[in-house]
T-cell receptor, first 111, second 117 residues
Framework: GQSLEQPSEVTAVEGAIVQINCTYQ??????LSWYQQHDGGAPTFLSY????GLEETGRFSSFLSRSDSYGYLLLQELQMKDSASYFC????????????FGSGTRLLVRP | KAGVTQTPRYLIKTRGQQVTLSCSPI?????VSWYQQTPGQGLQFLFE???????NKGNFPGRFSGRQFSNSRSEMNVSTLELGDSALYLC????????????????FGPGTRLTVL
């Protein structure tokens, strides 16, 4: 089976840096994605790591280490609008190729 | 370019009824995937359609079905509704099917909030 674990909630202060971790148990996958979802909104794609290492997109960075079965999303210079739920996701390596989502981390940014 | 649209946005049904949800993907996107989102189970993959064919299916009972039309629009049907089917149903489109690339980005619609009473 495949599962992804994330902390349920993280709180940080505006302007700070926060790291949202994602650990997974899977026999294989095609890469790690991150999605952001505001309350009442649709998930939006943030980043994708096909290979180990760090991918940077503006204030957001994502990291993957397959040997450690671990990845994270790093948000810098936090803004109030970053308050949302963040999901990691992997694409199954088996014939289903389905996108498997983590349970999500609710980020609360305080002034 | 218009985003993914889903209709209706909200729906209230009673147990035993059936429901059909509609999804219009971004123009040019041929892959449409459906997800169920609930507070307890998170985002669960239902199925994916590509070029009018179901390519992949998640672990849901046969009451959940779908189809895709030649214009890539997709519908999802749930028969014999149960209380546990109350959820946000999300549709996502992408440029290529899941089996064609590892790098595709999914564009989600706003979802249909289904309440089963």
């Amino acid at each position: 089976g495949q599962s992804l674990e994330q902390p349920s909630e993280v709180t940080a202060v505006e302007g700070a840096i926060v790291q949202i971790n994602c650990t997974y148990q899977t026999s294989g996958f095609y890469g790690l994605s991150w999605y952001q979802q505001h309350d009442g909104g649709a998930p939006t794609f943030l980043s994708y790591n096909a290979l180990d290492g760090l991918e940077e997109t503006g204030r957001f960075s994502s990291f993957l280490s397959r040997s450690d079965s671990y990845g994270y999303l790093l948000l810098q210079e936090l803004q109030m609008k970053d308050s949302a739920s963040y999901f990691c996701a992997v694409r199954a390596l088996d014939s289903s190729y389905k996108l498997i989502f983590g349970s999500g981390t609710r980020l609360l940014v305080r002034p | 370019k218009a985003g993914v649209t889903q209709t209706p946005r909200y729906l209230i049904k009673t147990r035993g009824q059936q429901v059909t949800l509609s999804c219009s993907p971004i123009s040019g996107h041929r892959s449409v995937s459906w997800y169920q989102q609930t507070p307890g189970q998170g985002l669960q993959f239902l199925f994916e359609y590509f070029s009018e064919t179901q390519r992949n299916k998640g672990n849901f009972p046969g009451r959940f079905s779908g189809r895709q039309f030649s214009n890539s629009r997709s519908e999802m049907n749930v028969s014999t509704l149960e209380l546990g089917d109350s959820a946000l149903y999300l549709c996502a489109s992408s440029l290529v099917g899941l089996t064609r690339t590892m790098y595709n980005e999914q564009f989600f619609g706003p979802g249909t909030r289904l309440t089963v009473l």
